[in-house]
């Protein structure tokens, strides 16, 4: 199973289309889909302030503020190998 972590905000368009693109993959390759709001955490607004969305698989970053279901699922088949 790869994990995905989407670090968002609301009121995010990019962040509501990275959410769609996630699900879309989930629904044909075994993920772990957790999502984070940055607004949560003044550490993470300082990492991450106006840069979201960002994307980690398996714990590194992959992709910010944009990823198309291509990409993402040929991501997530190398990381299962």
Same mark, same amino acid.
């Given at each position: &199973?790869?994990?995905?972590?989407?670090?968002?905000?609301?009121?995010?368009?990019?962040?509501?289309? &990275?959410?769609?693109?996630?699900?879309?993959?989930?629904?044909?390759?075994?993920?772990?889909?957790?999502?984070?709001?940055?607004?949560?955490?003044?550490?993470?607004?300082?990492?991450?302030?106006?840069?979201?969305?960002?994307?980690?698989?398996?714990?590194?970053?992959?992709?910010?503020?944009?990823?198309?279901?291509?990409?993402?699922?040929?991501?997530?088949?190398?990381?299962?190998?």
């Amino acid at each position: &199973m790869v994990r995905i972590t989407l670090y968002s905000r609301h009121g995010c368009h990019l962040c509501d289309a &990275m959410r769609a693109v996630v699900a879309a993959v989930g629904r044909d390759l075994p993920l772990q889909a957790d999502e984070i709001d940055v607004d949560a955490d003044p550490a993470l607004v300082a990492a991450y302030g106006d840069q979201v969305p960002v994307l980690f698989v398996n714990g590194r970053k992959a992709f910010k503020y944009r990823v198309d279901a291509a990409t993402l699922r040929a991501r997530v088949r190398r990381e299962i190998g």
